[in-house]
């Protein structure tokens, strides 16, 4: 029998979106810190939990600038996929 190794590495961009007023969950707990990729980032909005969600210009300006950073990615030769 012929034990064969492989070595799996895997390349992955982590997005972390915060509000910056968040009572549900502080800025404190996010886990962008932990998490193993070099190719990570956050994007902080001025709003609670719940506003960074339904408050209508938030709600824009988050999804634009995570439309952005997926774009920019996506061009980059990330190999991002939805």
Known sequence: MVALLISLVLIYMFLNVVAQRDDSIGLASSIAH???SNDKDIIEFPSSHVGLI???QVHKAVWLKVGDWSKH???????ICF
Do not use: D
């Open 54 to 56: 339904i408050r209508q």
């Open 34 to 36: 932990i998490v193993g």
């Open 73 to 79: 990615k996506s061009q980059a030769g990330s190999g």
